[in-house]
């Protein structure tokens, strides 16, 4: 086993940097998650790491060796892609068994770890059956047992679960973070989905036009983003954001957006020290859609944490009901300096934002009614609209 090391790490093609000065270590037996949309480098952070493509700046590390100019297949890596890559010809057994006879190992060996991975990953009862006769998961499964048998340094898997349907999606991934666990080799994964990169990462690198944004526990990237962008792309439904000002009002520091205003307790001044420097100036609220409740089915509901809404929408989810409503100042794309991209939770700029709550199903709230919704002063995040850096925010590395 190894661990993976990228210093100042650089890929350019002509002007454009596809990652620009990627610094993070992947720890010996880690299973590390590098998620964003398309375009956020998250890939070519792979393709490098596996030697397919060329480094332009920087260098890369798998344990002590510095790897940027040895071929791919020196370099002890396995890979598993999104399209299975099975050999259609060959039984499950010989698909399995092909990269280890190509490395000309014994065959009792050979045997031994086909049928170990087999048992492993569910394939024992399909080892004389063809691709054509299994289905998608299983497929994946045969390819996921084809780089377990090699025994790399690394484990290299760029979206696995993308020709998959939701439920094999699930089951898969749970597959995955169970073989990792067994095996304790060290694994770099890609995907696009943050569902993905929070369930199966031990820590996650949100990506972002070739830069790293935050790289940390997924409990730390919901809890403390380091700024707006991961906020914004960091749960499910997304966070609320809308732009406040902070005032002093009887002894408190409070803050006012559109008719509502929120008073900040003793508690997050403790958490967010720096929320005093913003006195008088303003800021970007975030909320979690889970930071909302019904006030009325919570006893002794503090007058100074509700919002008076009208909702717009309620959609009835079973566990949850997603209650909409607007007609809050959103922040605009001059407080992160960024050009407006819708698919950019954070540089949208309407004139007002819609807002999402999650609530319990115990709720009483009804489409196109006023409704008292309770804030949960901890699901508050607080964000400068200079930078668009967190206030107290989590580190970016």
Do not use: W
């Amino acid at each position: 086993m190894a661990y993976v090391r990228f210093v100042e790490a650089t890929k350019r093609y002509g002007d454009v940097a596809a990652l620009e000065g990627l610094n993070l270590t992947v720890e010996d037996g880690e299973l590390v998650v590098f998620v964003g949309p398309s375009g956020s480098g998250k890939t070519t952070a792979l393709r490098l790491l596996a030697g397919l493509e060329s480094i332009s700046s920087g260098h890369i590390y798998i344990g002590d060796k510095q790897v940027d100019d040895i071929p791919p297949r020196e370099r002890d890596i396995a890979m598993v892609f999104q399209d299975y890559a099975l050999y259609p010809q060959m039984t499950v057994y010989k698909n399995l068994a092909f990269g280890l006879r190509m490395r000309k190992v014994p065959g009792p060996e050979i045997d031994k770890q086909v049928r170990d991975a087999a048992r492993i990953l569910g394939l024992e009862a399909m080892l004389e059956r063809r691709p054509r006769q299994l289905s998608g998961g299983q497929r994946q499964r045969v390819a996921l047992g084809r780089a377990l048998v090699r025994s790399p340094q690394v484990f290299l898997m760029d979206e696995p679960l993308s020709n998959l349907d939701a439920k094999l999606r699930v089951q898969t991934r749970v597959e995955i973070a169970r073989i990792q666990r067994e095996f304790g080799t060290t694994t770099v994964y890609v995907t696009h989905d943050q569902t993905e990169a929070m369930t199966l990462g031990q820590r996650v690198a949100v990506m972002k036009d070739g830069a790293l944004q935050q790289f940390d526990t997924p409990k730390t990237l919901y809890d403390r983003p380091a700024n707006l962008f991961v906020a914004g792309f960091i749960g499910s439904p997304a966070m609320n954001l809308t732009e406040a000002s902070l005032d002093r009002e009887g002894g408190s520091l409070v803050a006012r957006f559109g008719d509502h205003r929120l008073r900040i307790g003793d508690d997050t001044l403790a958490r967010r020290p720096e929320l005093h420097r913003f006195e008088g100036r303003k800021v970007v609220i975030g909320i979690r859609p889970e930071g909302f409740e019904d006030a009325s089915i919570v006893p002794e509901a503090p007058p100074d944490r509700r919002l008076s809404v009208v909702v717009d929408l309620r959609e009835d989810m079973g566990s949850d009901v997603y209650a909409y409503f607007s007609g809050l100042p959103a922040f605009t794309p001059e407080a992160t300096g960024k050009p407006d991209d819708p698919a950019d939770p954070t540089t949208r700029s309407p004139d007002t934002a819609t807002f999402i709550a999650r609530l319990s199903p115990q709720t009483h709230v009804r489409e196109g009614t006023h409704a008292e919704l309770l804030v949960d002063e901890e699901a508050i995040h607080f964000f400068n609209p200079e930078t668009g850096l967190g206030v107290n925010g989590g580190r970016i590395r």
